[in-house]
Every structure is written in structure tokens, then in C-alpha cells.
């Protein structure tokens, strides 16, 4: 029913940019918030970057301030997440996270994620 569909890794030079997509589609009926995640090779999946759909409110993690930039387009169910300033220690497969209103029966979240998509920040 639902399907995310995250976009836009690829293998870029330290100091150099990525924009990463994720679009949401199918039966629900909102959005409560949507993120990244990503996991390194060895490492723990680790919370990126998230914002609020409502509000807009945004969060990150302190390894990407100021270098990451989240955002959102309501009207097309659309995340971004740019990526400046690239760092080696950013390459891993970074997952779309969504927390969406699934069942007017229920105020609880549904998680989803998307297929993940890989960066690699390599000189």
C-alpha cells in the first residue's frame, strides 16, 4: 500500500555535494514526519536528519550540522536531504524513514522505510 522511494547516492569526491529524494505514495492519510538514517559498513544505523510535516521542525544529528540540509515538499509527499561539505567518514547506505498515519482507528505512527540508497565519499 505504501512505497518509498529514496534517490540520489552516488560516489562523489570529499568537500563535494549530494541531494538524496524520497517520495512517499499510497493509501494513507498523513504524514507525521519523515527522516534519514544511514548505516556504515560495521557500524550501527544511525539517525541523520528529521523534520516534522506539519511544522517543518527540523532536527540533526551533530555530525551534519551545519553540512546537511532537510527539507520537504507537502504538496508531492517529497523529502530532500542535501549533503555539502562530504566527509569520508558520510559514506554508508542512507535509508528514508517515514512516520505516517496509516488507521483513523489508531493516533499511533506506522514506520516505512525506503530500499536505501549508497553514498561513498572517496578521494
Known amino acids: 500500500q505504501v512505497q518509498l522511494v529514496d534517490s540520489g547516492g552516488g560516489l562523489v569526491q570529499p568537500g563535494g555535494s549530494l541531494r538524496l529524494s524520497c517520495a512517499a505514495s499510497?493509501?494513507?492519510?498523513?504524514?507525521?514526519?519523515m527522516g534519514w538514517f544511514r548505516q556504515a559498513l560495521g557500524k550501527e544505523r544511525e539517525f541523520v536528519a528529521s523534520?516534522?510535516?506539519?511544522?517543518?521542525?527540523?532536527k540533526y544529528d551533530d555530525s551534519v550540522k551545519g553540512r546537511f540540509t532537510i527539507s520537504r515538499e507537502n504538496a508531492n509527499n517529497t523529502m530532500y536531504l542535501q549533503m555539502n561539505s562530504l566527509k569520508p567518514e558520510d559514506t554508508a547506505v542512507y535509508y528514508c524513514?517515514?512516520?505516517?498515519?496509516?488507521?483513523?482507528?489508531?493516533?499511533?505512527?506506522?514506520?516505512?522505510w525506503g530500499q536505501g540508497t549508497q553514498v561513498t565519499v572517496s578521494s
Open positions: 523534520i516534522t510535516w506539519s511544522g517543518g521542525s527540523a
Open positions: 499510497g493509501s494513507f492519510f498523513g504524514i507525521y514526519a
Open positions: 524513514h517515514a512516520a505516517l498515519a496509516v488507521d483513523r482507528g489508531s493516533l499511533l505512527p506506522v514506520d516505512y
